[in-house]
């Protein structure tokens, strides 16, 4: 029991440390939504319209050609994009450093994704799948 308490200590206290994005004061941070091959996702608080988004944060973009590339490619997927059923890009966040090492990309916030609605432990009735197709194949 002490070692799980330890444990449970330890990972309270390095989820306290973790760093927060540097966002302009229109943006609340309200919870860390989870990390992935290209960086941290935020779920924020827009205090203008008082919308919810995802700030999707890349730090040290720059540091390879080819890292750079392809976040310059998503963030161009993402304005391009325009359709009732995939993120799109909101806004770019400009970086307060002056080396521009990190960027911001806003986007609207999904409660659930295609991916987790079908690979949850929740079974989907024939309505629901056929729900699915229909916004797949519009």
Known sequence: MPEESA?????????????TPSLPAHFS????????????VFLCSDNR???????????DF??????????LRE????????HQNLVNLVDLVAVPSPD??????????MHIDMH????SKMKLSESH????????LR
């Not at 963030?75 to 325009?82: D, F, G, Q, T």
């Open 7 to 19: 444990a449970a200590a330890a990972g309270t206290m390095a989820a306290e440390t973790r760093p």
């Open 29 to 40: 941070v309200m919870q860390r939504l989870g990390s992935g091959a290209y960086g941290e």
């Open 49 to 59: 319209d008082g919308s919810q988004v995802a700030v999707k944060w890349i730090r």
């Open 62 to 71: 720059a540091r390879d050609p080819m890292f750079g590339k392809r976040i």
């Open 75 to 82: 963030i161009r997927i993402l304005a391009a994009v325009e």
């Open 100 to 109: 521009f090492d990190d960027v911001y990309i806003v986007m609207p916030s």
């Open 116 to 119: 987790k609605a079908i690979y």
């Open 129 to 136: 799948a056929q729900a699915f197709a229909c916004q797949i």
